[in-house]
């Protein structure tokens, strides 16, 4: 377990609840903070303290002594940029700022939907590397983009060491068949949250956070850096789910799937 204290973010959240049971079971030391109330049972060495992203002072306080911060907290989905803005883009600056403070590494939830209007690869070899483009499918997918490049400067600039994790679908199984692509199974975020936080040296790297599919639509990233690599696959639900499509040509045409149709208005 790491040697001091991880403060968790968004720990009242679905990935929150996972990380907080499974870290604590490996005896890690957590600081769970979310808005809503931490729902579970208080695992063993966790304290919990509701609040705010945007009270920037009392993030600084939650990371008083922490080695490292989670950041899982914040808006998950789209949502209208004034409702994004505040937790996902102040929010981010608060945790930024509290690392720095703390000279501690952060893991950020970043997502597939930061570069969602990437075309689907018809092949292997036309899957995408990390150093793509943005290409943000909403305000959601944007403000990740945000938080990707907030810990490029921190690095650069303070040398605050980030992991961002550019999540694909993090469920307990595939329910269609765009996951057999980005499912990223439960225990392989646990053990990416792990390697993020224990690994000696980090500098500022990113990460397709998927499984092992064979049908991922994502290349070559920063993993080796941290020593992680996932074990499942999303490939043996493909008879259960690889009939489960959209049927609306956006969808089924760009990485981000569903994101990339909300408000879509483009005619050409
Ligand atoms: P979630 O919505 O279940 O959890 C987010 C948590 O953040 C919630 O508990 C919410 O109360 C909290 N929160 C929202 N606004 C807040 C504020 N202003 N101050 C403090 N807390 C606030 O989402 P989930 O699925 O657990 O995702 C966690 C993170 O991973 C999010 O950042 C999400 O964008 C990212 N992610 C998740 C994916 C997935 O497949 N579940 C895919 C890609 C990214």
Redesign the pocket.
Known sequence: APAKPVLL?????????VLARELAARGWTLRL????PFPDPLPERAVFER????DGIGLLRQAEGCGAIL???????EQPFGTVL??NIQ?LYHVYEAARREKARVLF?????SIGFHERPGQANERIDVDCAFRPDGY?GLS?AYGELMGRLYWDKHGVENVNI??????PEPTEARMLSTW?SYADLVRLVDCAVTAPRSGHCVIWACSDNPASFWGRDHRDRIGWQPQDSAEAWRAKVGHITSGNPVIERYQGGGYTAIGYSRQT
Do not use: E, Q, W
Not at 51 to 54: N, P, R, V
């Open positions: 973010t968004g720990a009242s959240g679905n990935l929150g609840r903070t979310d808005l809503a609040m705010d992203l945007a950041h899982f907290g914040g808006v998950s989905v505040g937790p929010g939830a970043s997502s597939n939907h959601y990740k550019r999540i694909g679908s993090c469920f990223l």
